[in-house]
């Protein structure tokens, strides 16, 4: 019904930056909130990023003023820029919109399988 897919995961070294995309496809009548999660071995999946269909964005502590999320709304399409990357990011991000398919239903809650960063030297 609706498809997200990541890209652009891999490996960097430590001060490096990234860039992740997603792409939402299929049967979409609009596009919430988007966000970016992500999930490292034997971690609970946290947040890294938000951001609603008006534009505003929310970041924790630990990831603000070196992630910006983004998206462009036309393409439903979102991006994550990755800065100053650290051991510590790394993880499997998993991209999120909340997506409303049909008039008569509410939104719903999409994922992304996943892309892998690592950050290592």
């Known amino acids: 019904q609706v498809q997200l897919v990541e890209s652009g995961g891999g490996l960097v070294q430590p001060g490096g930056s990234l860039r992740l995309s997603c792409v939402a496809s299929?049967?979409?009548?609009?596009?919430?909130?988007m966000g970016w999660y992500r999930q490292a071995p034997g971690k609970q999946r946290e947040l890294v990023a938000i951001?609603?269909?008006?534009?505003?964005?929310n970041y924790p502590d630990s990831v603000k003023g070196r992630f910006t999320i983004s998206r462009d709304s036309a393409k439903n399409a979102g991006s994550l820029q990755m800065n100053s990357l650290k051991p510590d990011d790394t993880a499997v991000y998993y991209c999120y919109a909340h997506v409303k398919t049909t008039d008569n239903l509410p939104a719903s809650a999409y994922w992304g399988q996943g892309t892998q960063v690592t950050v290592s030297s």
């Open positions: 951001i609603s269909s008006s534009g505003v964005t």
């Open positions: 299929g049967s979409i009548v609009s596009i919430g909130a």
